[in-house]
């Protein structure tokens, strides 16, 4: 069965801080997985795309790795600020053939916590 | 209108009413997507479209239905709404031929009681 799981579900951070949010698949045949953050009463937005080539890429103070062997990906924050405080969201894409669109696997989020 | 927008924000609405969710994009993309949000489940799929004119059943169809009259609009319908469906709606769009990623509308609220 095609799933995604995060961790932690929720985390609380100092500002200035840096974190690391995992993110495990049980996808395939993978097409790509992308980090979202979706801030309190907002839709999704997304923050990287990592194919299956790529192990790491960044977005500012947003890094994110994928290891395509173990099935793992992590977002990593540096120097935290207040307006991090949000959802992250791993969303990983099924790869589907003849034509058909890929799935898209919604992990359930790991809310993050900046406190002052 | 730039990207996509959803209509109402929120909602109350009476068990057994009808009600139809707005979505609109202005993006030209190919796909649209219905999403409710619930507190530890994650977004799950409604239904989608792929085109203008058509549409398909996802994860959690049972009691919703949509259209895809033209490439901009998707509208939900709630034939009878009953307090389960108290959720958060997503609407998303991607443009699957150049596999962008989804773009969300601000949510709509929906409250059935």
Redesign the interface.
Known sequence: KNQVEQSPQSLIILEGKNCTLQCNYTVSPF??L?WYKQDT??????LT?MTFSENTKSNGRYTATLDADTKQSSLHITASQLSDSASY?C?VSVRRYGGA??K?I????TLLAVQP | IAGITQAPTSQILAAGRRMTLRCTQDMRHNAMYWYRQDLGLGLRLIHYSNTAGTTGKGEVPDGYSVSRANTDDFPLTLASAVPSQTSVYFCASRDTDKNTEAFFGQGTRLTVV
């Open positions: 097409s790509n992308r009463g907002r839709g999704p937005v997304s795309i969201i969303v669109t890929n898209l919604f992990g359930t989020g």
